[in-house]
């Protein structure tokens, strides 16, 4: 049985508690794309564990956890963030595995991300990446001149001359493109030569890795990075990330077909938030913004950005149901909205006097349209402290019921605080 958590807004929905309630109850724990410019905090027993790059389901000792062919991994960051972990008393490097086919996010990479950033903003289209490399990774992937897991790692004769060729073939390409950017290469082979043997122990054949656990009938999660609106296909384009965070990148980047898809779980923050540049027609900067963005916390994991933060967006919520089929919804942070009197939930565009079918494609339309809204009562009561569904306020329920009847998709989880107790089940 293979379960799926996805983002269904522009991320930091809060996927990674969702994910750690999951994994009480499963097996194998997957990353099937993105890197380490996504974010997970998980709160157990009062520590707080951050997860870029790696599965969340490390938290669970007795679960086996795979970075996919999909992802992209910066090696160094890779064993930083393991290391981080084993601080606080989290060891788990028998229970993480790597795919041989992930292409590795390098240094240069990094560079040329902050260099193409500069250029756009000297037109002013900056995209407003996190600067980690991710985008440049995959930009070399799809251009076939990208350096995978496999190429590093392997003991074949030749390999190690290999990786090298392709590693100075890249960055000459690169400096072609960006200029002589500082760069030392032989420090940076010097490094990854130490590197290889450090992961080899952790690498292996993903596709093998899944269809055993498939066919052993293991319990697998697979945790989505980013979320549908930052699909390189489906989301606000160009201001997207480079991978596709759809239901379909779990197919393409661990090697399983949709027939071994299960459940589709849906994580929807009780308001919409996003990073980065690009439309957002929900936006309130005003004093609900600040609300939002002061009771809510809402400073990017990896990052520490401050989150641009709006009205639930029911039109992104619908949209993004239809391309990923959710099963069931996991409303998260419903206890941020305590203290509102009143609460705003976009339910359609008008565009030139006409409502839109469907979130537009073409940004010029999402930011002139004009948002409908429908109010609804707020509780002004405190629910961090509700054990049960049936403890929250009436109009907290009707809330929550205004979403399931909009969407047409149950709500299954409820968080009312960052705890992982905090998660109520409707």
Known sequence: ???????????????????????????????????????????????????????????????????????????????????????????????????SRAHIVFDFHQITDGLKEQELSSTKKAIGTTGKGIGPTYSTKASRSGIRIHHLVSQEPGAWEEFEHLFKRLIASRRKRYGEFAFDIEAQLAMYKVLAEKLRPFVVDAVSFMHKAIADKKRILVEGANALMLDIDHGTYPYVTSSSTAIGGVCTGLGIPPSKINNVYGVVKAYTTRVGAGPFPTEQL??????????????????????????????????????????????????????????????????????????????????????????????????????????????AKKYVEYIEEFVGVPVEWIGVGPGRDAMLTK
């Open 1 to 99: 049985m293979t379960d799926v958590v996805l983002g269904a807004q522009w991320g930091d929905e809060g996927k990674g508690k969702l994910v750690d309630i999951l994994c009480d109850k499963i097996d194998v724990c997957a990353r099937c794309q993105g890197g380490n410019n996504a974010g997970h905090t998980i709160v157990v027993n009062g520590v707080k564990y951050d997860f870029h790059m790696l599965p969340s389901g490390l938290i669970n000792p007795h679960c086996l956890n795979l970075v996919g062919s999909g992802v992209v991994v910066h090696i160094p960051s890779l064993f930083k963030e393991l290391e981080d972990l084993e601080e606080k008393g989290l060891y788990c490097r028998d229970r993480l595995f790597v795919s």
């Open 286 to 395: 005003n004093e609900v913004g600040e609300h939002l963005q002061t009771v809510g916390a809402e400073f990017g994991v990896t990052t520490g950005r401050k989150r641009r933060c709006g009205w639930l967006d029911l039109v992104v919520l619908k949209y993004s149901t239809l391309i990923n089929g959710y099963t069931s919804l996991n409303i998260t942070k419903l206890d941020v909205l305590d203290q509102l009197p009143e609460l705003k939930v976009a339910v359609a565009y008008k565009h030139n006097g006409k409502t839109l079918d469907l979130f537009p494609e073409d940004l010029r339309v999402v930011e002139q349209v004009e948002v409908v809204y429908e109010t609804l009562p707020g509780w002004s009561e405190d629910i961090s402290k509700c054990k049960t569904y049936d403890e929250l306020p009436e109009n």
